[in-house]
């Protein structure tokens, strides 16, 4: 990150004129060039066509693979237990892990995407032939299906932000992108309890889901834009020569190994451990606190609402505060303050969970109590995401985002794949504990980072 006014923009303007783009200026200048050109309204119409298509997609990958929240009517439909129903939510994990690795690693990632997104449409497909026959492992390879699609969805959106937007706008377009997964999840959790109350309503949601993928098979049309580097573009110039430049020269500089080396240097190793454990404990109480909620004695009604006020106050607290993040100043301001706030409402939160299993606190007082912490704590804790994810592909630069982000959430979903059958055996005491030492380790390492500190490219 530049030195300076730290709450500059990230574009500052240039004196240095575009010609020297095509004169064999130094890297430098090339870039400082660069950011004085404007892209053309044609490319910034594809860039929201592309951004739209991709937040569709991402909501609705959630949204999927919340179908077995409700055990009862998948019991019914498929003639399972419920050991068997949490059997392919875990296969929905595994799923998300197997190809996070992939995302890490692979070069092509324009190819890597649409797989991800056919992946997206097959599996509602596959759910809904293997529901309407009867085919416990057909249903459950779909929800293998829709872990595989997120793991490498849920990688992109930096990249996608870097590719066909200004570096002043890649904290906003990463936090819609990113965090339209967690909008999906809301929509999931109030929809899905409505829909499939029955067995023959859980096989209309299926079949619904199958006409909506119809459509975004369609709208994956507008992924064939993404301009196809395989390293980053810090800057947007509107001139395919100088994307073309940019990329060969970045290709002979940094290899795989390079970047791998880079995201393991200090202090991006420290960074990337610290955000994957945060991000983990959102993604595990996104997918657990329905269930905690249900257990210390609220309704599955106001338990849904709840975690659907978690999920869409995450959403709509990370694209707000993504228009005031322009700077490095704005980013280290909005980090630490996420972070205290985090740690107050997820306190509150336990805090009326006990009362309440207590009988400490009536009913009628607790709900709205609920709901202001599940607000404020989605708002905090699971906002964090596209800020940690900037911060750690600030910091690696020029290392590639699906590599960065690949590893940050190898470490999130491997968290949340661990914690979740466990708080689902543990009691609310515990599971307080466990949380609360994990955020408390989490909020001692970020203490100990230097926001502006830098890792030495390394040439390999």
């Given at each position: ?361 009536g009913m009628s007082a607790a709900v709205p109590l609920m709901l202001v912490a599940m ?86």
């Open positions: 990150m530049h030195r300076g006014d730290e709450n500059a923009p990230l574009l500052p303007p240039s004196d240095i004129s575009p010609g020297q783009i095509q004169d064999g200026g130094s890297d430098d200048d090339i870039k400082a060039a660069s950011r004085s050109i404007q892209p053309p309204k044609t490319r910034r119409i594809v860039a929201v066509l592309v951004l739209i298509s991709f937040t569709l997609h991402n909501a609705f990958n959630c949204w999927c693979f919340l179908n077995f929240a409700n055990f009862k009517p998948v019991e019914d439909l498929m003639h399972v237990t419920a050991h068997d129903v949490a059997f392919m939510t875990t296969i929905g994990w595994i799923g998300i892990l197997s190809t996070l690795p992939i995302v890490t690693v692979c070069s092509y990632r324009r190819v890597l995407l649409c797989i991800g997104g056919l992946l997206n449409i097959a599996a509602p497909v596959t759910r809904y032939i293997g529901a309407v026959n009867g085919s416990e492992p057909l249903v459950t390879f779909s929800q293998w299906l829709i872990g595989a699609a997120f793991g490498i969805i849920g990688a992109w959106p930096p990249l996608l932000a870097s590719l066909q937007w200004e570096k002043k706008h890649h904290t906003l377009i990463t936090a819609i992108a990113s965090l339209a997964n967690y909008v999906g999840g809301a929509i999931g959790t109030i929809v899905i309890p409505e829909i499939a109350k029955t067995s023959s309503g859980l096989l209309h949601l299926l079949r619904l889901q199958v006409y909506v993928a119809g459509v975004l098979l369609i709208l994956m049309g507008t992924w064939l834009f993404i301009p196809p580097l395989s390293t980053r573009n810090d800057v947007d110039t509107g001139d395919d020569h100088y994307r073309t430049k940019v990329s060969t020269q970045r290709k002979g500089q940094l290899s795989l190994l390079g970047e791998l080396r880079l995201c393991l240097a200090y202090p991006a190793n420290i960074q990337i451990f610290t955000f994957g454990l945060v991000i983990g404990i959102s993604l595990a109480l996104q997918g657990m606190v329905q269930y905690i909620l249900s257990t210390v004695g609220f309704a599955d009604v106001n338990s849904g609402f709840g975690n659907a006020a978690y999920q869409l106050a995450a959403a709509t607290s990370g694209i707000l505060l993504g228009w005031y993040v322009t700077g490095p100043g704005h980013l280290r301001r909005v980090l630490r303050g996420l972070h205290v706030l985090a740690m107050v409402f997820a306190g509150g939160l336990l805090a009326v969970c006990w009362l309440t299993q207590t009988h400490t606190l607000t404020g704590l989605g708002a905090t804790l699971m906002g964090l995401l596209p800020f940690c994810i900037h911060q750690c592909v600030s910091t690696t630069s020029p290392a590639s985002e699906n590599t960065v982000t690949g590893l940050v959430y190898l470490i999130a979903m491997g968290l949340a794949a661990g914690l979740t059958p466990l708080i689902a055996e543990i009691s609310l005491g515990t599971t307080a504990a466990v949380l609360g030492g994990l955020l408390v380790l989490e909020m001692m390492l970020f203490g100990c980072l230097d926001p502006q500190s830098r890792v030495v490219t390394c040439q390999s």
